[in-house]
C-alpha cells in the first residue's frame, strides 16, 4: 500500500508573529487526530521555517530519537548535554533524548532557516542522552539507527535519475527538492509517502533542470 501526502495539507502551526511556521506531517501539540498518530517508529515529521533572529527556546525531550535536516540556512543547536553546534544544509543532525535533554533550536543567521526533524520511538527507553552530527553526509550513505530500528537513505538524483526503494516492513519517503515519479504517483519538494508492505519500487527524479532531493525511511516494523 502506498499513502501520498501532499505539502499543503499539512497541518500549519507555529507561531507567525514569532516567525516560526511549522507544517506537521503527524497529530503534533494542539493538532490532534487519532488516525495519525505515527507511522511505524516515526512519532513526528515536522517542517519548520524560522526567520531570522526566530527559535525554540530551550524546551525538554525524552525517550524520542530525533533527525534534524536543513534544507535551507543554518541551525544554532545547544543542548543540556554541553553541545553547541551550527547545523548547514546538508548536514545530519541525531539527538538521542534518551532518559531526558534539554536543547535551544534558533536562526541565528541572516537568512531565512528551513529544516525538516524527524521524531522516531526508540525500541527500548532510557539511557544516557547522545548527540551526533554528520557534516556534509554524502549521497546513497545510510545512516543507521539502531536505537529505533531504523535506517535513513539520502539520495540526490539527477533529473531522470532511477533509485531503488528498500524493500522492508515499512518505508517512508520524503521530498525535500526537486519532484520524483513513485509509481503512478508525482511527488514534489514536501510531499511524503508512506508505504507498507510493496517491493520492486522505484523514485525517478523529474526530467528537469534542477536535481531532486529524498530522504528514505525504512523501517523494521
Known sequence: ????HRAEDRF?????????????AFSFGSFYDP????????????????????????HPHSHT?????????????RDSTGHATVVRAGDLQHLSAAAGVRHVERNDGDGPLTFLQMWLAPLEPGGEPKYTIVPGIADSTPY??????????VRRLAPGERTAVPDAARVYVH????????????????DSARITGEEGLELVAAETAASAEVLIWELSA
Do not use: K, Y
Open 1 to 4: 500500500m502506498i499513502s501520498v
Open 35 to 58: 488516525d495519525n498518530l505515527r507511522f511505524g517508529a516515526i512519532l513526528a515529521c515536522n517542517e519548520e521555517r524560522l526567520a531570522p533572529g526566530a527559535g525554540f527556546d530551550e
Open 175 to 190: 521530498v525535500t527538492a526537486g519532484g520524483v515519479r513513485l509509481g503512478d504517483e508525482e511527488l514534489e519538494a514536501g
Open 65 to 77: 530519537e530525533i533527525v534534524t535536516w536543513v534544507v535551507e540556512g543554518e541551525l544554532t543547536h
Open 144 to 153: 543507521a539507527l539502531p536505537a529505533a530500528g531504523a535506517m535513513l537513505h
Open 12 to 24: 500549519q502551526g507555529g507561531d507567525r508573529a514569532a516567525g516560526i511556521l511549522s507544517r506537521h
